[in-house]
C-alpha cells in the first residue's frame, strides 16, 4: 500500500459546496489531507488542486400574490386592446339582420371571466387591478350585495347579462312564471346555479327578459347556434333543452318582430322531437311493452321509468303551446293528445304538488274546449256535409267552460291572464256557426250576444292590468287579441238584418277599443324601457305603429257599417270622428296591409289572413 492510501484513513471529506474544481468536474469524493490541504485524489494525479469559488445560490420562491398579480397585469392588457380595437372599428350590421355574436365579443367575454377569476383567488387584502362592472360578492343566496343596480347604459352592448344583470332578469322571470307555470322554480335557485345545472334554460330566460335590444338579437342568434349543435349536431335530448324551448315560444312575443326569422313552427316541432325521443306523450309500460317486442336478443326488459312531475308539467304545457299557435299560424298541428297525457293531467289535479299545478290544469282544460271549437270552426269554412251541424255542440262546450270554473279551488285567485284565457275560449265557442244561416234566429242572436258580451269583458280586463305586468303576458294573450279582434270586426260589419248594429256600438265601439290598445303599447315604454340603439324602434313601438296601421285599414268599413253615427266613445265636442291620421311607417311595404277580406267569408279559425295586416312579423 502507497503512502497517499495509508494516509486515507486520516483524510477529512470536503464539506458540501467546497470540492476541488477538478473532483467536482469528475463528481467524485474529495477528500481533503489536513496536513497539506491537498486532496488525495490530485496529490495522487498530480494535478493542482484548486477550491472551487462560486457557490451554489437557491431561486427565490415567488408567491402566490406576485404570479397573480402578474396574470391580471397581462389578462387586463388584452381585454384593453381588444376593447380599444372594437371601439376604434365598430362593424356595423346590415338593416334587417340580426348581429351574429363574433369572435371578438366571445374572446372579451371569455378574457373577463379569466380576468375575474384571477381576481377572485387573491388574498383578502390585495387590491385587484381588473375593473369591475358588478360587486362579486354576494349573498347566502348567490344574488349581489352591492346596493347600486348595474347601469344599463354602460352594458347593454355586451354579448350576455353580467352577474348581477342575470340575478335580476330570473327575478323577473320568476314573477312571469304564474302567468304560465310550465315548471316550478324554488326560490333558492340563482342565476349562477341555474346556468351551471340547465344553461340552455338559462340562456333562453336570458333572451325573453333582458331590457336591451342588442343584446336580445345576440342572444336570439345564440339560442338557434345551441338548438343546431345540442340537439341536432350531438343529439342531446334532455329536460334543459325542452323547458328552455317551451319558455321561449311560451313568451315568444318578446323574441319577435319585424326582420326576425321565423322560429315558432321549427321550434315547437324540434321540442315535439324530444317529447316523442323521451316518451314523455306515452305511459312508461306502453315504452317497455314496444321495448320487450323489438328486442329480439331476449334479455332481461328494462324496469318501467318513473314519470316525474316536472315531465308531466313539459309535455302539458307543449300541447298547451302547440294548440294555441296551430290556432294562430294555422300551419302546423297540435301535439296529439293521448291518454297518457290525460293521466298526467289528472295526477296534477290530484296531487297538487306545488300550488301553480293548478293553474297549469285550468289554462289545459280551457284549451281542450277552444281546440274543439277551432275544429269545428274549420268545419265551418270548409263547407263540410254530411256531418252533424257545428252548431249543437255549442251548448255541451259552454257547459265545460262552466264546470271548469267551478271546479277552480275557492283558495285560488284567478290572475288576469286565466281570465283572459277563459273568456278567449268563450269568444271562439260563440263563434262556431255564428254566421251560417241554417241556424234559427234566435239562437244564433243569442250567440251573437254571448260573443259580444264576452269581448267586452276581454278587453275590460286587457285594459285594465297594470302596465308593467303586461309585458310578462304569454304570447298567447296576444294571440287571443287577434281573434277577439276578428270576432269584434264580424259582429260590427255584421249585415243580420236581425243584429242590432246601435248595441254593438254601444256595448263595444271597436275604433273607440283599437285607440285604447294604441295608447296602452305607447304608455308601455316609458313604463318598460328598453335600451336602443339609434334610429331602433322598440318591441313595443312597433306594436303601436302595426295596431294603428290596423285601425287606419278597418276605420272605413267599420264607418260604413256603422252609417258614420257619432259613438258614445268617438264624441268629442260635436265632432262625429276625428281627423284621419296618415298610415304610420313601419319600415314595412304597405300594400298588402289595406287588402281586408270579406267579413262574411273570414276565416276564424285560420289567422294567417292577420299577416296580410301586421305585415312581415314573423313568429
Known amino acids: 500500500m502507497g503512502p497517499e492510501d495509508g494516509g486515507s484513513s486520516a483524510g477529512v471529506p470536503a464539506r458540501y459546496g467546497r470540492s476541488c474544481t477538478n473532483c467536482s468536474r469528475a463528481k467524485c469524493k474529495c477528500v481533503l489531507n489536513p496536513a497539506t490541504n491537498v486532496c488525495q485524489r490530485c496529490s495522487r494525479l498530480g494535478k493542482e488542486c484548486q477550491p472551487m469559488t462560486a457557490t451554489r445560490k437557491r431561486a427565490a420562491k415567488k408567491t402566490n400574490a406576485s404570479r397573480t398579480a402578474q396574470l391580471e397585469e397581462k389578462l387586463d392588457d388584452l381585454v384593453s386592446i381588444l376593447r380599444a380595437s372594437q371601439n376604434a372599428n365598430p362593424q356595423s350590421i346590415p338593416a334587417g339582420e340580426s348581429p351574429a355574436f363574433t369572435g371578438s365579443q366571445a374572446l372579451t367575454s371569455r378574457l373577463d371571466s379569466l380576468a375575474a377569476a384571477a381576481t377572485s383567488s387573491t388574498s383578502p387584502g390585495m387590491p385587484s387591478s381588473i375593473p369591475q362592472a358588478f360587486d362579486p360578492a354576494s349573498t347566502a343566496h348567490g344574488t349581489p350585495t352591492s346596493s347600486t343596480p348595474p347601469d344599463i347604459n354602460e352594458t347593454y352592448q355586451l354579448p350576455e347579462p ?166 294562430f299560424i294555422g300551419k302546423m298541428e297540435t301535439l296529439r293528445w293521448t291518454p297518457h297525457m290525460e293521466d298526467c293531467l289528472k295526477v296534477l289535479e290530484r296531487d297538487c304538488e306545488h300550488p301553480s299545478d293548478e293553474i297549469l290544469v285550468t289554462f289545459v282544460r280551457y284549451q281542450q274546449v277552444a281546440e274543439e271549437a277551432q275544429k269545428l270552426l274549420l268545419q265551418d269554412v270548409m263547407g263540410e256535409t254530411g256531418q252533424t251541424p257545428t252548431h249543437v255542440f255549442k251548448k255541451g262546450m259552454l257547459a265545460k267552460i262552466q264546470e271548469i270554473q267551478e271546479n277552480i279551488p275557492p283558495g285560488l285567485m284567478p290572475s288576469n291572464v286565466l281570465r283572459m284565457q277563459m273568456l278567449g275560449t268563450e269568444v271562439q265557442v260563440h263563434s262556431v256557426g255564428l254566421f251560417l244561416q241554417s241556424i234559427p234566429t234566435h239562437q244564433r242572436i243569442e250567440s251573437m250576444f254571448g260573443c259580444l258580451k264576452a269581448v267586452r269583458e276581454w278587453y275590460e280586463i286587457f285594459l285594465s292590468v297594470p302596465l308593467l305586468e303586461i309585458p310578462g303576458s304569454p304570447f298567447s294573450v296576444y294571440v287571443q287579441l287577434s281573434q277577439v279582434q276578428v270576432a269584434l270586426y264580424r259582429l260590427t260589419t255584421s249585415e243580420d238584418p236581425a243584429w242590432d248594429k246601435d248595441f254593438v256600438r254601444n256595448t263595444a265601439d271597436m275604433l273607440a ?41 278597418w276605420e272605413p268599413a267599420l264607418s260604413r257599417h256603422l ?55 314573423e313568429f
Request: glycine letters at 4%; hydrophobic letters at 40%.
Open 563 to 617: 252609417g258614420g253615427i257619432p259613438t258614445p266613445n268617438s264624441q268629442s265636442q260635436g265632432q262625429i270622428m276625428p281627423n284621419p291620421v296618415p298610415p304610420v311607417d313601419t319600415g314595412l311595404p304597405l300594400h298588402p296591409v289595406f287588402n281586408l277580406p270579406d267579413p262574411n267569408t273570414m276565416n276564424f279559425g285560420d289567422m294567417t289572413w292577420m299577416s296580410d295586416v301586421f305585415g312581415p312579423w
Open 162 to 327: 353580467t352577474p348581477a344583470e342575470a340575478e335580476i332578469y330570473l327575478k323577473k322571470f320568476r314573477d312571469w312564471l304564474p302567468n304560465f307555470p310550465f315548471m316550478v322554480l324554488p326560490h333558492d335557485v340563482t342565476a349562477e346555479s341555474l346556468r351551471k345545472e340547465r344553461p340552455f334554460l338559462w340562456l333562453c330566460i336570458m333572451n325573453i327578459t333582458t331590457m336591451s335590444c342588442p343584446q336580445n338579437a345576440i342572444l336570439k342568434e345564440r339560442v338557434r347556434q345551441e338548438i343546431a349543435q345540442r340537439v341536432i349536431v350531438n343529439n342531446e335530448r334532455n329536460m334543459d333543452v325542452l323547458l328552455g324551448l317551451i319558455c321561449y315560444l311560451a313568451w315568444a312575443t318578446m323574441s319577435s318582430g319585424p326582420g326576425t326569422r321565423p322560429f315558432i313552427i321549427m321550434y315547437s316541432q324540434i321540442a315535439t322531437a324530444i317529447i316523442y325521443e323521451l316518451s314523455l306523450s306515452r305511459a312508461p309500460i306502453e315504452e317497455q311493452y314496444f321495448t320487450i317486442c323489438f328486442k329480439v336478443w331476449g334479455g332481461r326488459p328494462p324496469a318501467p321509468k318513473m314519470r316525474s312531475m316536472e315531465e308531466r308539467r313539459a309535455v302539458l304545457a307543449l300541447w298547451f303551446l302547440t294548440s294555441v299557435m296551430a290556432s
Open 513 to 553: 277599443l283599437l285607440d285604447q290598445t294604441i295608447e296602452l303599447f305607447g304608455q308601455l315604454n316609458a313604463a318598460y324601457p328598453f335600451k336602443v340603439t339609434e334610429g331602433e324602434d322598440t318591441l313595443f313601438d312597433k306594436a303601436c305603429k302595426i295596431m294603428k296601421n290596423i285601425r287606419i285599414s
